[in-house]
């Protein structure tokens, strides 16, 4: 029997772009572990004038059917910023994306990556990473382990024959990213590091301090500073724009907790942060992706005080000064420990996630073994020659 052709075409329309959204939800409904983002989040993400990553990005969705049935989907887009960045850090001139994968057979998914390609070359590109979805700050890799549990906010849940069908089409590995699973939080961390935070406490030059947000545009503006500075030699980095830095503000502000969110300070001035957020994934996961008729009162409710056995710790950044050094450490241990202290009593914390970080950050690898962490969770970012 002769199978029927894969046809494969640009979006066009907003009939089009539903279609886009809707596949994933169709084809990951079977997934109890799969976590439906809102969809209107997923139109927002997609948008340009909505999403400020389209201001510096060339982007095109392309949608693959059979017998007029959509059956896959993927993006292949070109951020500027990253052209901009040195080759040795992962992205660079002539590197291209794609991302936001999904198809109901290999054949659909080697067909929409060949297009992918097709369209990067097009455009000027000779190598690809992939996936990432659409940034590097929002979904980046393919899930490869861990895929008997949800993942926590804004990480990727994948299907696992993709890497099979990915890694089949002449790609590699070029990094790997984790994230490390803490259980029980609210029995402490091990006695080193408590021996390591009370060191910390006794003198007057470092200061650890939560988030104030009746200030949060100032406090945003130093998270922000200190990340442009301290990820600024990482592999993937991308700077955030003015642009970005407003908009991630303002989306992120309702899961930001004072007390889970931290900056510290070594004589005055600002030396580092640690964000913590709850696993909003966990009320998600339950609502198909819609907020409508009833579950954006029920999210909402949950947002004025979350009581999350779940927490995720997505960023944390010091400044150059202090990289390297025992002070990076000491900092990092205060702040986490504070964190810890805060979500266990206010918000009943149970479990926290730490990730993702890069394989080789031989520092965070360090700090999440200190802490006894485990690695529970690993994406792959893939390069191919084009």
């Known amino acids: 029997m002769v199978s029927a052709k894969i046809v494969i075409a640009p979006v066009s329309g907003k009939g089009d772009l539903t279609a886009f959204i809707e596949l994933a939800y169709r084809l990951n409904a079977d997934d109890p572990n799969w976590v439906p983002p809102l969809r209107a989040d997923m139109v927002e993400l997609l948008t340009p004038g909505r999403n400020p990553f389209h201001e510096h990005a060339r982007v095109q969705y392309f949608l693959a059917r059979r017998d007029g049935k959509v059956v896959g989907r993927i993006s292949a887009h070109i951020d500027e910023l990253a052209l901009q960045q040195p080759p040795e850090q992962g992205m660079g001139p002539g590197t291209g994306n794609w991302g936001l994968l999904e198809a109901d057979n290999e054949d659909v998914a080697l067909a929409l990556i060949a297009r992918a390609e097709d369209w990067l070359r097009g455009e000027g590109m000779t190598r690809v990473l992939a996936p990432i979805s659409l940034s590097v700050w929002e979904e980046p890799g393919l899930l490869t382990h861990g895929h008997d ?62 988030v104030d947000k009746s200030r949060f545009d100032e406090e945003a503006a130093v998270i922000l500073s200190i990340l442009n500075e301290a990820w600024s030699s990482n592999w993937g980095f991308v700077p955030f724009t003015e642009t970005e830095k407003a908009y991630g503000g303002k989306k992120l502000k309702p899961i930001i907790l004072e007390g889970a969110n931290m ?10 942060f640690m964000l913590a957020w709850p696993d909003v994934n966990q009320k998600l996961i339950h609502m198909n992706g819609r907020l409508f008729p009833f579950n954006w009162a029920r999210l909402l409710w949950w947002l004025r005080n979350p009581q999350s056995p779940n927490f995720r710790v997505p960023l944390m950044g ?25 979500a266990v009593e206010k918000h009943g914390a149970r479990r926290a996630e730490v990730g993702w970080v890069l394989e080789d950050n031989q520092g965070m690898v360090a700090i999440a073994d200190a802490i006894a962490a485990k690695m529970n969770r690993e994406y792959r970012i893939y390069s191919k020659a084009l």
């Open 149 to 210: 549990h949800p993942p926590m906010i804004m990480m990727g849940h994948h299907k696992p024959h993709y890497q099979g069908w990915i890694e089949s089409f002449g790609y590699d590995v070029a990094k790997k990213l984790y994230t490390y699973d803490l259980h029980s939080v609210e029995k402490g961390f091990p006695e080193l590091v408590n021996r390591i935070v009370a060191l910390g406490e006794k003198g007057s030059k470092i200061r650890v301090r939560p």
């Open 263 to 272: 900056i510290a300070e070594v004589d005055g001035e600002p030396a580092a």
């Open 318 to 342: 010091v400044v150059k000064k202090y990289q390297n050094s025992r002070m990076a450490s000491q900092l990092a241990f205060m702040m986490i420990e504070y964190i810890r202290r805060y």
